[in-house]
């Protein structure tokens, strides 16, 4: 193979579209490439004698042959192909075959993305492996020649001695890569590189010798004290008629740090579901309990033991409301309402709030700048970011010190993000959260966006804080960034997308105790029954006139049976059968002047699927106290 060369790549492929996009994802990755592509083992026989390819890319299943025969007829020539199994689906016992059988690796198409890295591993295997070939005819006929093409060569390589595990020669490059000059790094040991221990060691070299394994992925110190991730690339070879170890070591420190990237993002996305998933379970039993405990309230006096009972089983319920509100914040589907804000003003008024949060002993020094773009988000979320990340800093600071809340405008760059995991590009306002407090470690800070996790004590905090933080700032296309060093204190920066509307004036809505009614008629649409029978009990003390249902083919029965009006339909949204939009339109074809609530434990991503995210469409959020839900229901009949 000519590494001045396209890469000559033959895919046995019956699919054309698959070829296609395989070629763009190399393309992608700036592979540069030639390629022929066939679908029957005469025509797979004739291209690799005539192509002569690089490498093969093989489906494991097609309609004239398989992807186990074209590896048996590759493997069974004079020549090495790196081969690369390209399948749509494989269980793990074919997979296994596969490997054993001579493929290099396999990669199945819905992981699209690890093929132009399978396909570059495959092809260093066949660079090593031509390497290996080089180096043993050099061997043969100078080993002064091979000394040359070692030093000179720009892979990193070592060669080892495998009795004393000696670093016996090392190149230039493998200088430049560790740190050490030559002559250090043949006087030290491979042992003084690796964060395995000599036993491990001596079992990889056995491995090598005896051709079981070639390469390791391991962890190696350079001369500045650094750890890099590598892999070494190994085989054995003589020299003056000894055997040593010939490593070929490549950093793979950045592929490791992206893996790693996508690991914790996939665990936070997966936490989110499972946040999110709890939320209609969790917030229908609430609004259960929160209203008994109203009702049970209303016929005791309230100064009897037994209320004060009642009283602390409602504190319980809305304190457990509060924690599902944070679990349904982290994994970005808390319902909120975004308006255009100016981000100075908006902090402005909640200034005296933090103080007062956070205690007079600590000093709050409000930075903002003029300059700053406005950000489109729910005002009340923005109260939630600064609250938890000042109640956070407080606690980091202890008796006294200072918070710092300060604001920027900053552009990113499409090179910037690219080479700053958790970056995006755009231009952003920023906000930043400083203390001066203890500051915390790099394992902490790579937990602390996560549900329930706390250095506190126990009793001292629910450890939702930081993730609801986390929750809000990427419900609303933003990014966060730590910046933390223990003694030194701890900077949080939210980075929010700027917004070219005009910025909107947010109104404070007072509310007023429900009236009574006027005799109007409520249609209630509930499948939990204790939900719809507490609902049916506080509105009937009102004086409305209530149909009930606990289906929506029941309501829409009641409701063409009913001869008088119906004056507002009051349903839930995800229900057996039929869903509450759906319901309510049939409804208000045959009421066409009654008004619909909707009301729903489920989260807003779920809600918005049922087409609720719409104007003008009355929503009341699960849990609610019964008075909220009488309030709002006044406030839809009276047109206010």
């Known amino acids: 193979m000519d590494i001045n060369q396209p890469v000559k790549i033959l895919f046995a492929e019956d699919v054309p579209t698959d070829v296609d996009i395989a070629k763009r994802k190399l393309k992608k990755e700036g592979l540069d490439f030639t390629y022929k592509v066939v679908d029957t083992e005469e025509d797979f026989r004739r291209e690799l004698e005539e192509f002569d390819p690089d490498i093969i890319v093989s489906d494991y299943s097609m309609p004239s042959f398989d992807g ?14 790196p081969f690369v199994i390209f399948t749509g689906s494989m269980n793990e016992e074919t997979a296994v075959a596969c ?32 390497e290996k070939k080089k180096m043993e005819n050099s061997l043969i006929e100078s080993e002064e020649k091979f000394r040359n093409l070692f030093y000179n060569h720009s892979a990193v390589k070592l060669i080892i001695d495998p009795e004393t595990l000696d670093i016996y020669e090392a190149n230039k490059a493998a200088s430049e890569f560790y740190g050490w000059p030559i002559e250090k790094l043949e006087s030290m040991k491979v042992t003084d ?17 005896k051709g079981s394994k070639n390469n390791f992925q391991l962890r190696h110190f350079k001369a500045n004290g650094d750890m890099v991730d590598v892999e070494v690339f190994s085989s054995h070879v003589q020299i003056g008629g000894k055997v040593y170890i010939h490593s070929i070591i490549h950093d793979i420190t950045e592929q490791k740090r992206l893996e790693n990237q996508l ?4 665990k936070m996305e997966s936490i989110g579901r499972l946040a999110g ?21 209303m016929e005791l006096d309230p100064s009897s033991e037994l209320a004060g009972y009642i009283k602390e089983i409602k504190k319980a319920g809305e304190r457990s409301n509060e924690i599902t509100s944070q679990l349904l914040a982290f994994a970005r589907k808390q319902s909120s309402n975004p308006k255009v804000l100016d981000l100075n003003n908006s902090i402005d008024e909640m200034i005296s709030m933090l103080q007062r949060l956070i205690g007079e002993s600590i000093e709050l020094i409000w930075l903002p700048d003029s300059g700053v773009c406005p950000v489109k988000m729910d005002p009340s979320q923005l109260h939630q970011i600064l609250a938890n990340l000042c109640i956070n800093a407080r606690d980091a600071i202890g008796d006294s010190g200072k918070i710092t809340i300060e604001t920027n405008c900053v552009s990113i760059d499409e090179s910037y993000a690219k080479t700053n995991p958790g970056f995006l590009p755009g231009e952003f306002a920023m906000l930043a959260v400083s203390d001066n407090g203890c500051g915390m470690d790099k394992s902490t800070v790579e937990n602390i966006f996560e549900p329930f996790f706390t250095t506190k004590g126990a009793g001292e905090g629910t450890g939702l804080g930081l993730s609801t933080v986390y929750g809000i700032v990427k419900q609303n296309g933003g990014f966060v960034n730590v910046y933390s060093e223990i003694g030194e204190g701890t900077t949080f ?8 509307g005009r910025v909107e004036k947010t109104e404070e809505i007072q509310k007023a105790a429900p009236s009574e009614s006027k005799g109007e008629t409520v249609l209630i649409v509930e499948d939990e029954e204790a939900i719809l029978r507490i609902a049916e009990k506080m509105l009937e003390t009102l004086g409305y006139n209530l149909l009930t249902s606990n289906n929506p083919l029941e309501a829409l029965q009641i409701a063409e049976e009913y001869r008088g009006d119906i004056d507002i339909v009051v349903t839930d949204v995800v229900m057996p059968d039929m869903d509450g939009k759906k319901m ?13 609530l909707f009301m729903s434990g489920y989260t807003s991503n779920v809600i ?8 003008n469409v009355n929503f009341i959020q699960k849990p609610f106290k019964m008075n909220d839900l009488e309030m709002k229901i006044r406030e839809i009949l009276d047109g206010r």
């Open 68 to 81: 186990m025969t074209a590896l048996n007829i590759a493997k069974a020539t004079d020549k090495f192909f």
């Open 99 to 130: 490997m054993k059988a001579g493929a290099d690796d396999y990669v199945i198409k819905e992981h699209i993305a690890r093929l132009p890295f399978a396909v570059k591993e495959a092809l260093n295997k066949k660079q090593a492996l031509v």
């Open 193 to 209: 590189i690796n964060d395995i221990g000599e036993e491990e060691v001596r079992k990889n070299i056995t491995k090598v010798v």
């Open 263 to 266: 690991r914790q993002s996939q």
């Open 277 to 297: 998933g709890i939320a209609h379970d969790y917030n229908n039993i609430l609004t259960v309990i929160l209203n008994y405990c109203e009702l049970a309230l």
């Open 493 to 500: 920066k939210i980075y929010l997308k700027c917004e070219s």
């Open 584 to 596: 309510s339109d049939k409804i208000t074809k045959l009421y066409p002047n009654a008004k619909v």
């Open 608 to 615: 918005g699927q049922h087409g609720l995210f719409e104007d």
